[in-house]
Each structure stands twice: as C-alpha cells, then as structure tokens.
C-alpha cells in the first residue's frame, strides 16, 4: 500500500476564481484548523494588443483573502504557464506569503533564457522563487501539510500540490471530458505525462482533483472539481487503462494540429521570473518578440 507525507482525511476549505479571459482557475487553499491560506496558480491581466497590465483578478483574490482575516503564507504555482500570466509577486507584496515552484524551473529558465536571448542578468538558478520543491518535499499551511508530486510532461518543472484530500495538477490533467494538455512545448514530452498522469492517479479514488483550466467542452458549464476515480474510469485519455502506446501516438498526433497559445509569449518571460515583468535598460518594462523561436 502506498503511503504519503499528508494526512489525507484534512480536507481543505477551498475558494475557486475564475478568469474567462485565459479560462484559468486560481485556489485559495485554506487550513481548515487555523485561518492560515495559500494561492494556487493566480493571474495577472494582459491587454496584449495594447500592452497593459492590470490586476483585476488577482485584487478580488486579495480582497477575499484580506475579507476572510486569512494569513497567506504560500503562493503555489503548478508550473510555467504558456496561456496566462501570475501575479505571484503583486500578492504577495500585498499579503505577504512565500512563492514556490517545482525545482526543474532551471531547466525551463535555460531553455527560454536561450529562446528570449537573456542576458547574464537573467539568473538560471531558480533564484527569483522563495522555495524550489523537489519531488516529495512537504510544505505546511498552518497546521496542514502538503506535498509536492513531481509530475512532467506538460513540461519539466510540472508539479501537483497534494494538501489534505486534495490534489492541484496544474495542466497535468484536465476534467474528464477534457482529457489532458498538451506535451509539444520545449522540454514536454507525451510519455513523460503518460506516466505522470499514472502517478497522479495512484492517489487514493476519493481525493478531489483542483483544474488549473477548463474550456467547457461540447458546450458544458465550465468545471474545475473532478475525483481521482472519476479520471481514472472517465478521462477520454487516459481512463479505463488506455495504454501508454496509445497515449504518445494520439498526444501526438493531437498536439500537431494545436496553435501557439495566444499569450505564450508574454507569459513565459513573466512567469519564469516568478511573476515579475522583465525591464530594458532603463528599468522599463518591457517584453521581447522572438521570430521564428517557438
């Protein structure tokens, strides 16, 4: 029998927001025994036509969290998002709390630093993160623990949260109608979230499974609260033991006919800066437009 670092009969009081402009979900993740708190996966606002940031979502996770007497103490992201941007470090000044990501943000810091033509300034160390989890590491929310499950695929430095009885996947898995993300981006590979995916599913059936995005399939409310057994005998992909074979060939051939996300672009140049947008060399900010990289 499997045995795991949290105490999976805790069940967390969660808040859900969500962002129809990039189809995002962000969880406040409370401690059901103290008024401590996290953020999973927030958002910050881009007009990317007109280049203007602002902070709409993020303000009203800010506002419950300051209306409900919580203290922040992590702000969690699953991974690198390629669809929307964080506002990990606008929270945070704000409220406080710790930023913290999987530990192979290295890996996708060297890759993009190369795309984006960084410079030496750009640190490829992880550094701008407050906490770098390796698979396995434990992190508590007041008197609750949770764990970090390394789970890659999507891309290297993927991480689901486990608090309590439930589990944050970030874009490892989406609603069972949805199935799973894609694998195509640099450092992403089919097998790899094949088996990820497995090891999310080893998690006991009644653990409730957190969406970072869902796109309301076949014209269905959108939904972000699914079970681990409801994934493993429903997901189109994955459910009723489709075999890793299948997987990588239709991962695939699906992720061929996929377009770039829209705000890939901005959102990898933030978010592998844990949130903080880059600046030129008189401190503006401002964002690079690769040819031809991705």
Partial sequence: MTTYP?????????????D??????????????????????????????????????ADKVIAYIKEKGLKLEWLLETHVHADHLSAAPYIQQALGGKIGIGEKITVVQDT?????????????DGSQFDALFKDGDTFMIGTMQGFAMHTPGHTPACMTHVIGNAAFVGDTLFMPDGGSARADFPGGDAGTLYDSIQKVLSLPDEMRVFMCH??????????????????????????????????IKFRTERDATLDVPRLILPSLQVNMRAGEIPTDNDGRPMLKLPINQL
């Fill in 6 to 18: 949290v105490d999976m009969t805790v069940t967390p009081e969660v808040e859900t927001f969500f």
């Fill in 214 to 247: 869902d796109y309301g399939p076949n014209g269905r409310d959108i939904e972000y609260l699914t079970s681990v057994g409801e994934e493993k005998t429903h997901n189109i992909h994955v459910g009723e033991g489709k075999t890793r074979e299948d997987f």
């Fill in 112 to 124: 993009f630093g190369k795309i984006f033509n960084e410079g030496t300034e750009f640190q490829r």
């Fill in 20 to 57: 129809p402009a990039t189809w995002t979900f962000t969880h406040v993740v409370k401690d059901p025994n103290s008024k401590s708190c996290a953020v999973v996966d927030s958002v910050m606002d881009i007009d990317y036509s007109a280049g203007r940031i602002t902070y709409d979502n």
